[in-house]
């Protein structure tokens, strides 16, 4: 089964240095996330407002996603990121018909 945390939040900055710390966060974490089921990330921005930030991250182990979410250094790492906490809900396959590409 595949998870996904779907994470929304309003970006500090200007675009460019809210790319940088965003780069260099994804960089950083995904040697941690790895090994412990992050099997995906995609960033998107709100064409209205580029500072309206939207990433969603596939994960095949939802211990390993809630122990990742539950680390102090990710939330330190929100917090460069992010003007406020984002928004963050976890979300679980649901086996219903689907399609990608």
Known sequence: MKYITVVRGKLKGSQ???QTAHDATVEKL???????GAIGHQAYLNPQNPMEFLAVD???NLEG???FMGDPNVAAAFGQLFEDMPDISIWSESGWASFSG
């Open 16 to 18: 460019k240095v809210a």
């Open 30 to 36: 995904s040697a941690m996330t790895r090994p412990m």
């Open 58 to 60: 596939t994960w095949t």
């Open 65 to 67: 996603l809630q122990k």
